[in-house]
């Protein structure tokens, strides 16, 4: 189930991806720290591409852009003497960027979270205690987020922008509850052209 959902998720980015191309729209490519609960570290890469972008004129002449993006992202984090957890996500996002760069975003992800539990031991037919490896247990993730960050391409300097991202993991199943874990994300977007 997990694999058929891990395809599903490539296949619905690279599908989005061609016609985005066909449309001539922004991509990006993504690095970012990702702590748990900011203190576990982790990381997290991830692409996406613009679906749709728009600007509003204020009354002072200030235009602000708004854009909507699709991505997918795959990260990990590493929870001392607890876990250790993967995930894939994709997700959709909204951007509002200020005519100094300044951004502020929504986002929504859901996808595949698989944790790692180290030190954990089996009995075997004979009664002997064996270390085993790779032990761990799936869970659905949901997480809505919010974005703050700056496109340093508005003012010429770079091609890219830094963000701060966090978000509200939901995780289910929890043995018999739902975990809610904060997951921040500190990084950078690639835009390519």
Known sequence: MKNLFVFFCLLFFLSGMLQAQEANKGFY??????????????????????????????????????????????????HKRMHTGIFITPNIEWIRTSPKGFQFGLNLSGGYLKTFVPNTFKVDGEGLVQKQQGSGTDHFIFMPGLRLGKDLSINGKANMEWFVNNQLMFQSPYFDKTNKYLLTEIGVNFKLQ
């Open 29 to 78: 490519l993504k690095i970012a720290y990702a702590g748990g609960m900011i203190t576990h570290p982790g990381f997290s890469v991830g692409a996406g591409y613009q679906l749709s972008q728009w600007t509003n004129t204020k009354r002072n002449g200030n235009i602000v852009t708004q854009d909507i993006r699709l991505g997918i992202n795959l990260g990990t984090y590493f």
